[in-house]
């Protein structure tokens, strides 16, 4: 079966700092893979895509970034954190082949910046 | 492009009571319609999904929707609460040949004892 792995849970971080998020999946291949983030009262909002390694697809302007290095693995990152990147970061995946079939979740992870 | 509205960000119910959540979807080519729950600090659950081999769809924990089109709705019930349903419902929507998902901003329901 397939599951997704999303560490860290939580994490807390000064403003100006990096930022490394990592995500895994198991069980599948070609996934496409998914980066929301999630603000209270303001549901999903999509930051990052991808159909395959290397391929990026950018949702919103902002300071952060994603990358894929390999198929299965999924990186959100940012060079220097802002206030407003606070919120809870969410990974997903779904079949290579379309949307007739749902997306997967991670557990998330509570990015807190201070 | 697709788009889904979720009417009624915060939802009571006394437990034993109907249950019923609202979405309404919109897109330019035949969708395939989800819901799913999430539970505090937690990632998203699939509750069920329209993918239009029936309009009528049961998923987990007694929970079932339908697919109208005509009113393009996809709402959300089940017949009676539990206290466990305490959670956040999410509907979302994605095109057919597309991978974008469009979440709705979320429902919490609360169930009252």
């Known amino acids: 079966s397939q599951t997704i792995h999303q560490w860290p849970a939580t994490l807390v971080q000064p403003v100006g700092s990096p930022l490394s998020l990592e995500c895994t999946v198991e069980g599948t291949s070609n996934p496409n893979l998914y980066w929301y983030r999630q603000a209270a009262g303001r549901g999903l909002q999509l930051l990052f895509y991808s159909v395959g390694i290397g391929q990026i697809s950018s949702e919103v302007p902002q300071n952060l970034s994603a990358s894929r290095p390999q198929d299965r693995q999924f990186i959100l990152s940012s060079k220097k954190l802002l206030l407003s990147d606070s919120g809870f970061y969410l990974c997903?995946?779904?079949?290579?082949?379309?949307?007739?079939?749902?997306?997967?979740f991670g557990d998330g992870t509570r990015l807190s910046i201070l | 492009a697709q788009s889904v509205t979720q009417l009624g960000s915060h939802v009571s119910v006394s437990e034993g009571a109907l249950v019923l959540l609202r979405c309404n979807y919109s897109s330019s080519v035949p969708p395939y319609l989800f819901w799913y729950v999430q539970y505090p600090n937690q990632g998203l659950q699939l509750l069920l999904k329209y993918t239009s081999a029936a309009t009528l769809v049961k998923g987990i924990n007694g929970f079932e929707a339908e697919f109208k089109k005509s009113e393009t709705s996809f709402h959300l019930t089940k017949p009676s609460a539990h206290m466990s349903d305490a959670a956040e419902y999410f509907c979302?929507?994605?095109?057919?040949?597309?991978?974008?998902?469009?979440f709705g901003t979320g429902t919490r329901l609360k169930v009252l004892a």
């Open positions: 997903a995946w779904g079949p290579g082949t379309g949307g007739s079939q749902p997306q997967h």
């Open positions: 979302a929507v994605v095109g057919s040949g597309t991978y974008k998902y469009i």
